[in-house]
């Protein structure tokens, strides 16, 4: 080694590359890299593209089950829905762009993850949102809220896939850094699933899509490091989408599947052209020759350096077969998009990239796609917190008062504001619109449907990673059977602050446990998924944020069910147990304004067995609505479906020696409420008992108003007022 | 009868109308591309909703200008049917064939939810036999539906009975609540913001939309 590669180069730290892996790099080459090596090197190692903290413990997760067609490492996971016909998925973040420049921020998150489905042959049918904002007051947060929202919505609206559920919450974690990540699913043949695995000796490597500028260079790395106040400068990395144009690629992507021409194809996302390129070729082991002269660009005098990392949005990379790009180029000039051979597939292992005649980077794509750093960082536990049931609670409010409070909270209260800017129902398949527990769209010409959530309660994880994380996957689990599907896998996309620090790291590492040991329990692999660290701002992370993506199947979709329930009368029964656990509840939180105490265990044998008795009920046809409690509990969740259906409801509040705050808005998990038919419910009582599940009648539904045992009543009018009053009343002015 | 959509760059309700067109009234449909220059004669031609190119310029201003719109707006005047839910609304204005155009939201918002018109002109092969006064309920989904008309225009067409539905709650500004819009030789031109497409099937949400199509059977 010579004394000029002992030292790192001013330029290797500016790319964000370790000692260590300044030294590896020269390694690999035997000598130091040319710049367009070194931004390689960059991108491809980033946190975003390698997953160098997250990758040991994320080969923990369960990804198999017999109707797992595709498993993480590919664009997108898929699962077999029958009839020959498979759903594609997959959640991403795109958190940092967000808080730099909402709307683009957002719009290009929605962009790129519908990419990342119709990439598989899949034409995207729903699109969700996970997203966080930081404190409702803070001075950013109305303009953040607004940006993004108009940002999901003028791209999905625009594409047209309708944009059908998902969450917003508020917490001052979030003041510095949103969280924003975006799902997307899609629905493809079996037979005619594509991969992102380059082959054949000799095959052109074709660019289509739009043409290539100097936006969002270094992105992926951007999205690799803490944020801090002097780096939103850096306003230039963050890409501008062209929905219009993602339009003309999807139709024009689905036409050239059609054909015979294709042998594989991934999007640009992240690190552009370098990571679709090698991933490309890492997976089909070959090499690739590639001339920059030819990549279709939109200004002039783009360097190597620049063509290689721009993240310019709606660009796909494809290898063809041999001989047929003209007709493959013929359904391109159709659509008035881009088409350009810009190389061939080799058998040597290296990717050649030339420019001008001169080559610019001659690497073996094997290390730097494959042999990335992995990293085994330290990390500890989250300190223990103790139980905290109903009995400690030093001060109570009257229960109907704390139920407002909580359904107009900002976590808790309608989130129509955002959603009715949204398209939610182009395509002329939602059949389960947002709002409820979770979304459904019809598979399209069939009678089967797709259902849809996202999940995860982040004061949970805050408060005991592991158990957090299991709730994130059980509550996706229960959303999904509440409306009649069986669920079948999940996505997920795991916020978290600096995995550098040992707390941290601890929170990613045993959230990851919790969700692994949930999935696993309640046979819901993981087919896919995302990491997003370093979401801090000056040294403040955000709350463990493990969204959890759950798709599930509805074969008949006249045995759908939803929130509200059809008639006066009904039987209401409270599946799951009750045992007043306050610990990290939102009650605690927006009435007490105590963040304390330990969350509500998950005991997954009791989770599976409530979760397939009621998706037996409902398959059987006898539930007329049902809703899973989560977030303020029993009331919350009653409040909720007298608020969808129209009709009132009485609760009883048993006088036992539970006390009525620990019944009402106690989080216990595992609980499911079910209305039925008077005659129907000793039925369900009686299979509940067989089956070894906790059920109770709770009440009867009826009249204009709901009625908490002895408390006064409170009417719908007043609940929905307190619901709908908050996120208009933030938006439009005084908060 | 015989049936199309036309299909634009961008345009993304043209499954849908051509579904409903198909299931409401029983019929194939074709698929036309925009960049056709010569058309079969067809009875009924749908002009979808969407965002052809991508709204840029005016929503509708560069598709009214596609090859295929001039064999449209002459079909149109020869008496076909021509229905333009939301973005064909745009489009059809923007080609001439129905006066007014539609403005950003009053709210500056996307607006996407359902919402109560009021059938108004039933001297039409769509509104032929529904209740003047009668009140359907269809979704709208746009962020450009706010329907402006200048004075004497609008004392035209309200003189001669082509206003189609009013909003019974403005969502988006629109004149005198205005939402959709009859035109041609025997008011076979109807552009409207709501999406009668949407609105097919209980499953869906609600079943009015079929109000507006089930006529064209007989017509």
């Known amino acids: 080694m010579n004394a000029a590669s002992t030292i790192v180069p001013e330029a290797a730290r500016e790319h964000g590359l370790s000692e260590a892996e300044w030294h590896r790099v020269v390694g690999i080459l035997g000598r130091e890299p040319r710049p367009v090596e070194l931004g390689i090197f960059s991108v491809m190692w980033s946190e975003h593209c390698s997953y160098k903290s997250s990758k040991r413990h994320l080969a923990t997760f369960p ?48 962009g790129g993850i519908l990419r990342d489905v119709f990439t598989m042959g899949a034409r995207p049918v729903a699109l969700l949102n996970a997203l966080r904002f930081g404190a409702p007051e803070h001075p950013r947060t109305r303009h953040l809220v607004r940006g993004v929202v108009a940002g999901i919505g003028g791209y999905g609206n625009c594409v047209g896939v309708p ?131 030819q990549v279709p ?86 300190p223990p917190r103790l139980p905290f049931y109903a009995e400690r ?48 769209v019809r598979v399209h010409g069939t009678e089967k449907g797709l259902a849809l959530t996202t999940d995860c309660t982040p004061r949970y994880v805050e ?122 509840s939102l009650y605690l939180r927006e009435v007490l304004g ?27 046809g006898i539930v007329r609505a049902a809703h899973d409690l989560s977030d303020g509990g029993l009331a919350v969740a009653l409040a909720e479906m007298c608020m969808a259906s129209g009709f009132g409801a009485c609760l009883d509040v048993p006088d036992d020696n539970l006390s009525s705050t620990g019944w009402l808005f106690g989080e216990e998990q595992g609980r499911y409420l079910l209305a039925l038919r008077e005659a129907d419910a000793q039925g369900a009582l009686d299979l509940a008992r067989n089956v070894g599940v906790l059920a109770r009648r709770v009440g009867t539904t009826g009249g204009d108003t709901l009625i908490l045992g002895a408390e006064p009543p409170i009417s719908l009018d007043e609940l929905r007022a307190r619901h709908e009053g908050f996120l208009p009343r933030l938006m439009n002015g005084g908060a | 009868m015989r049936a199309c959509v036309v299909t634009f760059p961008g345009s993304n309700c043209d499954r849908d109308l051509a579904v409903a067109f198909e299931r409401v009234l029983g019929v194939r449909v074709d698929r036309v591309w925009h960049k056709r220059t010569r058309l079969d004669r067809y009875d009924l031609i749908g002009i979808p909703g969407g965002f052809s190119y991508g709204d840029h310029l005016r929503p509708g201003a560069i598709a ?14 020869d008496g076909a049917l ?16 129905l006066p007014g155009a539609l403005i950003r939201n009053r709210g500056l918002a996307f607006v996407c939810r359902r919402v109560d018109l009021v059938v108004e002109g039933t001297d039409s092969p769509y509104t032929r036999g529904l209740e003047r006064g009668r009140t359907l309920r269809l979704p709208i989904a746009h962020h450009d539906g706010g329907y402006v008309v200048d004075d004497e225009g609008l004392r035209r067409l309200e003189g001669e009975g082509r206003i189609a539905l009013r909003y019974k709650d403005n969502p988006n500004g629109s004149t005198a609540d205005i939402a959709g819009v009859l035109g041609g030789p025997r008011n076979n031109v109807l552009g409207l913001m709501p999406h009668p497409e949407r609105a097919i099937e209980p499953l869906l949400g609600g079943v009015d939309g079929r109000a507006l199509l089930a006529p064209l059977l007989a017509a």
């Open chain 1, 297 to 382: 660009v939109r200004e002039r005098n783009m360097t190597a350096y620049e063509i290689m990392l721009s993240e310019s949005q709606e660009r796909m990379l494809c290898v063809l077969k041999e001989g047929q790009e003209a007709e493959a180029a013929a359904v391109f000039e159709k659509w008035d998009l881009s088409f350009a051979t810009v190389g061939r597939i080799t058998d040597t292992g290296r990717m050649v990239i030339r420019m001008a005649g001169e080559t610019v980077a001659d690497v073996p794509i094997d290390p730097v796609a494959g042999a990335s750093p992995v990293y085994d960082r330290p990390h500890e536990p989250a």
């Open chain 2, 82 to 97: 021509v229905l333009g839910p939301c973005n064909g609304f745009q489009i059809l204005t923007e080609a001439g064939l």
């Open chain 1, 463 to 584: 408060a005991d990673p592991r158990l957090g994380g299991m709730q994130a996957v059980v509550e996706a689990w229960r959303n999904l059977i509440t409306v009649g599907a069986r669920p079948l896998a999940i996505t997920n996309c795991l916020n978290f602050g600096n995995p550098e620090r040992p707390r941290v790291m601890g929170q990613l590492v045993g959230a990851i446990e919790g969700m692994a040991e949930a999935c696993r329990a309640l046979d819901f692999p993981v087919v896919s998924g995302n990491v997003s660290l370093y979401n801090e701002t000056d040294g403040r992370a955000v709350q463990p944020t493990p969204n959890v993506g759950g798709v599930g199947l509805i074969r008949d979709l006249g045995r759908m069910t939803g929130i509200a329930f059809d008639a006066p009368g009904l039987a209401l029964l409270l599946v799951g147990e009750c045992v007043g656990w306050m610990g990290a």
């Open chain 1, 393 to 440: 609670l030093m001060s109570e409010e009257a229960p109907g008062d704390a139920l407002l409070r909580l359904l107009g909270c900002p976590d808790l209260c309608a989130k129509r504001w955002i959603w009715e800017q949204y398209d939610h129902m182009v395509m002329a398949d939602t059949v389960g619109r947002p709002g409820g527990d979770a979304a459904v």
């Open chain 1, 163 to 293: 944009t059908v559920g998902g969450e917003a919450t508020f917490h001052r974690s979030y003041n510095g850094n949103i969280l924003v990540n975006a799902m997307a699913v899609g629905v493809a043949e079996k037979d005619r699933v594509f991969y992102a695995k380059a082959s054949g000796i000799g095959n052109p490597v074709v660019y289509v899509g739009a043409k290539t500028g100097r936006d969002g260079i270094h992105g992926a790395t951007m999205a690799s490091a803490e944020f801090s106040e002097a780096k939103e400068a850096a306003r230039p990395t963050v890409q501008v989408g062209d929905p219009f144009t993602e339009k003309l690629l999807i139709e024009a992507c689905m036409e050239l599947m059609a054909t015979d021409c294709l042998v594989a194809i991934q999007d640009m996302g992240a690190a552009g052209l370098t990571s679709s390129s090698f991933e490309m070729a890492a997976r089909g082991g070959c090499g690739v020759e590639m001339d920059l002269d």
């Open chain 2, 64 to 77: 009214a200008r596609s090859p295929v719109m001039q064999e449209v707006v002459r079909q149109a005047n």
């Open chain 1, 594 to 620: 105590r963040e304390e105490g330990a969350p509500p265990p998950v005991d997954l044998a009791a989770e599976r067995r409530a979760g397939d008795m009621v998706l037996g009920l409902i398959e059987a």
């Open chain 1, 63 to 110: 990804t198999k089950a017999p109707w797992v067609v595709q498993g993480p490492g590919e664009n997108a996971g898929v699962v077999d829905i029958g009839d020959g016909q498979v759903a594609v998925f997959k959640m991403e973040s795109h958190n940092h762009p967000s808080f730099i420049e909402p709307y683009q921020g957002a719009a290009t998150g929605v």
